[in-house]
């Protein structure tokens, strides 16, 4: 099946810094991918959608201008963490629309993102 | 906005025993329903869906069906294995993109 990556699969940065998380589909051009974060012992939360040469698009309470993300081609998309805090500190996961199946919610997820702010 | 909820885990069965992980929705209309699974170590795989009211998903011996009327899309399997074990999600896609509840994690033991 179709397959997403995420990279770096685990990611420690000082509090104050920034990190880049990409996001590939690797067998398809994906014109929407999302970003969710998920929380221990909770579920994914939906932080934003992203569309290839567009804005993205953000949830309610998720601060653009601290995460940012570019969807600069059809099988990239990036998130940075600005001025990472404590707080950060969570599993990332992001997930690309195949639109060529033309099947309802043909979503594919990334392994997701570990990072951890000290 | 539209939630998703269902049971909360841990679930702890034994090999071959009855499934059964419940789920409701509150979008109203006619969303897209889902099961995810989440296998140790590995990202979110679509177990099974369901596009209509009555509709009924299946994959690996699981099964749910759309039940529009008590707004449910419970998960069950007859004879669970210890391959099982994971963590389970239930979504919906209605107006908005995928809502997923919190998740329920199953663990099937020998």
């Known amino acids: 099946g179709a397959v997403v990556s995420q990279h770096p699969s685990r990611v420690i940065c000082k509090s104050g810094t920034s990190v880049k998380i990409e996001c590939r589909s690797l067998d398809f051009q994906a014109t929407t991918m999302f970003w969710y974060r998920q929380f221990p012992k909770q579920s994914l939360m939906l932080m934003a959608t992203?569309?290839?040469?567009?804005?993205?698009?953000?949830e309610q309470g998720v601060e653009k201008d601290k995460f940012l993300i570019n969807h600069a081609s059809l099988t990239l998309s990036t998130l940075t963490v600005t001025s990472a805090h404590p707080e950060d500190s969570s599993f990332y996961i992001c997930?690309?629309?195949?639109?060529?199946?033309?099947?309802?919610?043909?979503?594919?997820f990334g392994p997701g993102t570990r990072l951890t702010v000290t | 906005g539209d939630s998703v909820t269902q049971m909360e885990g841990p679930v702890t069965l034994s090999e071959e025993a009855f499934l059964t992980i419940n789920c409701t929705y509150t979008?109203?209309?006619?969303?897209?329903l889902f099961w995810y699974v989440q296998y140790p170590g590995e990202g979110l795989q679509l177990l099974l869906k369901a596009t209509k009211a009555d509709d009924k998903g299946s994959n690996k011996g699981f099964e749910a069906t759309y039940r529009k009327e008590t707004t449910s899309f419970h998960l069950e399997k007859g004879s669970v294995q210890v391959s099982d074990s994971a963590v389970y999600f239930c979504a919906e896609e209605g107006n908005t993109p995928l809502v997923f509840g919190k998740g329920t994690r199953l663990s099937v033991i020998a």
């Open positions: 979008a109203t209309g006619y969303p897209s």
């Open positions: 992203s569309n290839e040469g567009s804005k993205a698009t953000y």
């Open positions: 997930s690309a629309r195949d639109p060529g199946t033309g099947l309802v919610g043909k979503q594919y």
